[in-house]
T-cell receptor
């Protein structure tokens, strides 16, 4: 089974509008972390936001917020006021704690976001 | 620039040749990771170092692959007898042991002809 599922291969949004990128995850660990990374065409993975499984509040970082719904096992990324520079691939990733491997990240397949002027 | 650096950024090689990539982590980050990303996929974990000790290797890391981090600072990833299936982006990341976030370098794009 997929550990991280990103169901939207591509998304389009108008500049200055908000967009939600979906991510669902599968784990039986009580302690885990969820991450979002941005990958422009240059290839570098840029860290955006992190949510721990025990965090009571949804994480926010500037224009990025993570809509964490633990019971639904979803960790959607919300980008407010989209900018042309937000056009990129976006990856959801999870860090689990089981089996001593409490450091490696498992990534989804990504969502390609295109911001239209 | 205090971020993770990788060298070279691009490498084209012929099948059967050996290649070596270098990663310089963020200063004082004692954890270092290698991932591989093929076209249309997310990165996949290859191996992990804490200081100079290699603590885990993925099953993706065949016997042709070897990684080192001799002094707990920079790391090298060598691929021997390259195959066309090795063509991918090789990403290095680092983190401090008390922190969750892994910071990635720009990657090395390998093309095996």
């Amino acid at each position: 089974a997929q550990k991280i599922t990103q169901t939207q291969p591509g998304m389009f949004v108008q500049e200055k509008e908000a967009v939600t990128l979906d991510c669902t995850y599968d784990t039986s660990d009580p302690s885990y972390g969820l991450f979002w990374y941005k990958q422009p065409s240059s290839g570098e993975m840029i860290f955006l936001i992190y949510q721990g499984s025990y965090d009571q509040q949804n994480a926010t970082e500037g224009r990025y917020s993570l809509n964490f719904q633990k019971a639904r096992k979803s960790a959607n990324l919300v980008i407010s006021a989209s900018q042309l520079g937000d056009s990129a691939m976006y990856f959801c990733a999870m860090r689990e704690s089981s089996g001593g491997s409490n450091y490696k990240l498992t990534f989804g397949k990504g969502t390609l976001l295109t911001v239209n002027p | 620039d205090t971020g993770v650096s990788q060298d070279p950024r691009h490498k084209i090689t012929k099948r059967g040749q050996n290649v070596t990539f270098r990663c310089d982590p963020i200063s004082e980050h004692n954890r270092l990771y290698w991932y591989r990303q093929t076209l249309g996929q997310g990165p996949e974990f290859l191996t992990y170092f804490q200081n100079e000790a290699q603590l885990e290797k993925s099953r993706l890391l065949s016997d042709r692959f070897s990684a080192e981090r001799p002094k707990g600072s920079f790391s090298t990833l060598e691929i021997q007898r390259t195959e066309q299936g090795d063509s991918a982006m090789y990403l290095c990341a680092s983190s401090f042991w008390t922190q969750e976030t892994q910071y990635f370098g720009p990657g090395t794009r390998l093309l095996v002809l």
